[in-house]
């Protein structure tokens, strides 16, 4: 079955420094890949996916994430981070052989300090 | 245009009783899929509903219930309720076609007591 590890549970930075999410996610022949986020009290914001095509994926708020078959990743990156950026995100795995339900991991806690 | 809206926003349950949530799709989607967040945990998928039936369901027992209206919207439905069911409850919509994101509601927040 299919699975995704977010390595890191939490992770704080200060405002202004780039940050990076990782994720893995099991081996499989066909997926779609995305990453959430989610602020407190509230349901869950698409940042961005990748489909298919080109393997860097850029999102909304300056978001992008890198699709790495090989090492099955899809790791997150902001250049420069603001403190509205501190929020839970998630990393999320459809598996086409499976169907189109989503399988998240545990989430990482992005805090951003002045 | 709105997106998809859950209600109620919040519910308080004691055990062994039922429970039914709903969910309106976003304006355009005709899948809605079902998600269980327990606190400081990733969603888990519950189930998902297209043309009015189940087409995929995830490891949760048969206590779990659904059904989606020609309409497209949707309810979940949960009987004797346990502790453990305390959680948000997402509902999620889509395009039926494969590659479109899926776009969540804010959720219902279930405390059983």
């Known amino acids: 079955a299919q699975s995704v590890t977010q390595l890191d549970s939490q992770v704080p930075v200060f405002e202004e420094a780039p940050v990076e999410l990782r994720c893995n996610y099991s081996s499989s022949v066909s997926v779609y890949l995305f990453w959430y986020v989610q602020y407190p009290n509230q349901g869950l914001q698409l940042l961005l996916k990748y489909l298919s095509g080109s393997t860097l994926v850029k999102g909304i708020n300056g978001f992008e994430a890198e699709f790495n078959k090989s090492q099955t990743s899809f790791h997150l990156r902001k250049p420069s981070v603001h403190i509205s950026d501190t929020a839970e995100y998630f990393c999320?795995?459809?598996?086409?052989?499976?169907?189109?339900?989503?399988?998240f991991g545990k989430g990482t806690t992005l805090s951003v300090s002045s | 245009d709105a997106g998809v809206t859950q209600s109620p926003t919040h519910l308080i349950k004691t055990r062994g009783q039922q429970v039914t949530l709903r969910c309106s799709p976003k304006?355009?989607?005709?899948?809605v899929s079902w998600y269980q967040q327990a606190l400081g945990q990733g969603p888990q998928f519950i189930f998902q509903y297209y043309e009015e039936e189940e087409r995929q369901r995830g490891n949760f027992p048969d206590r779990f219930s659904g059904h989606q209206f020609p309409n497209y919207s949707s309810e979940l439905n949960v009987n004797a309720l346990l502790l453990g069911d305390s959680a948000l409850y997402l509902c999620a919509s889509s395009s039926g076609r494969g590659n479109q994101p899926q776009h969540f509601g804010d959720g219902t927040r279930l405390s059983i007591l």
């Open positions: 999320a795995v459809s598996d086409l052989q499976a169907g189109t339900a989503l399988i």
């Open positions: 304006s355009g989607h005709d899948t």
